[in-house]
């Protein structure tokens, strides 16, 4: 007796909406034109503490720190980048209550950046140079 393997669904790999590449283009036009106002945001943070605190951060700006944080500026934008993970399931939902959802994690991932950036700020580099 001969045991024939199952067929692979046609289905299997594909979500009803497209292609994997076409999930990952949809998510890309939501998510990329947000970045620049994320990254906006976490650059008026950190000017708005060196502003407030000038004299207490003078000795702080060296070249070394500006290196370091660039690094920093590039682990939040990966971490920014962690969103299309997210949003991939996201997709699977109407249209309607998926601009809600991803509205909602860009809203809590950017309050989440800002919360994380004034308590880097504050306890690692202010706490330096009072």
Do not use: K
């Amino acid at each position: 007796m001969e045991i024939v393997p199952p067929a692979p669904s046609p289905a299997l790999g594909h979500s009803p909406s497209g292609s994997f590449r076409a999930l990952l283009a949809d998510a890309a036009r939501f998510w990329e034109p947000r970045r620049f106002l994320y990254n906006f945001i976490l650059v008026v943070v950190t000017f708005t503490w060196i502003v407030a605190t000038w004299p207490h951060f003078r000795p702080a700006l060296t070249l070394t720190s500006l290196f370091l944080m660039s690094i920093l500026a590039l682990l939040a934008n990966a971490c920014y980048s962690v969103a299309y993970f997210v949003d991939l399931p996201f997709q699977l939902s109407s249209s309607t209550s998926r601009n809600r959802l991803r509205w909602g994690l860009w809203i809590a991932g950017t309050i989440f950046a800002v919360v994380l950036a004034n308590y880097w700020i504050a306890d690692e580099i202010y706490s330096d140079f009072r």
